[in-house]
Structure formats: structure tokens, C-alpha cells
């Protein structure tokens, strides 16, 4: 069993940065991989990022793309999401979710457990 808490969301100007923390409970955080995914006002829910087990491996999607960054530290049990040059189309609520596995997954239904989410807001 593995419990998420995200932080680290708030309100920012258009190119702005944040940088989101996912915190996990359990001694085995290490062998799972985690998803960020965000979900706006009206939208379906939408991978941002994943990253496997280790750091070594990353996934994201194409919009945001050399903007952001996942990154993790095993030894505080934290996956990070840095989000450069904030848009107005990034406004969402941001969730993290890990599934046991050392590969990154880049669809929700892959994931077993969720955080409950963060809400970001960029202002233009």
C-alpha cells in the first residue's frame, strides 16, 4: 500500500515556474513507477509526465516538453514535477499516482494509487 500527497501548487504569472513534490509512504517506494497527470475544468484527464523506478527512464508529453522535468529521490521518497515557462493551458489540478513496476506508464487506468492533487493556476 502506498499513500501519495502532492504539494507545491499555487497561483503564477505566464512563464513562471513551480515545482511540484509528490511524497509517498511505504519502505518500497523505490520499485514503483509514478505518473503526474493533470486534469483541467471539462477535460479528461491527461498524462504530463512518468518516470520509472530508478530515475533513469522518463516519459512526458508532447506539450510540455522541454518545460518540464520529473525527477525523483528515492531516498526521501519524493518525485518531483519542475514546470518551467508556465502557459495559461497549464492550469489544472496536478496529480501524481504510482503503480508497483520499474518502467514509466503513460496511461491513468496503469496506475493503482493517487494522490489527491494540487491545484495549479497560471494567470496570462
Known amino acids: 500500500q502506498v499513500q501519495l500527497v502532492e504539494s507545491g501548487g499555487g497561483l503564477v504569472q505566464a512563464g513562471g515556474s513551480l515545482r511540484l513534490s509528490c511524497a509517498a509512504s511505504g519502505r518500497t517506494f523505490s520499485k514503483y513507477a509514478v505518473g503526474w497527470f493533470r486534469q483541467g475544468l471539462g477535460k479528461e484527464r491527461e498524462v504530463v509526465a512518468s518516470i520509472n523506478w530508478s530515475g533513469g527512464s522518463t516519459y512526458y508529453t508532447d506539450s510540455v516538453k522541454g518545460r518540464f522535468t520529473v525527477f525523483r529521490d528515492n531516498a526521501k521518497n519524493t518525485v518531483y514535477l519542475q514546470m518551467n515557462s508556465l502557459k495559461p493551458e497549464d492550469t489544472a489540478v496536478y496529480y501524481c499516482?504510482?503503480?508497483?513496476?520499474?518502467?514509466?506508464?503513460?496511461?491513468?487506468?496503469?496506475?493503482?494509487?493517487w494522490g489527491q492533487g494540487t491545484q495549479v493556476t497560471v494567470s496570462s
Open positions: 499516482a504510482a503503480r508497483y513496476g520499474t518502467s514509466w506508464y503513460p496511461n491513468p487506468s496503469q496506475y493503482d494509487y
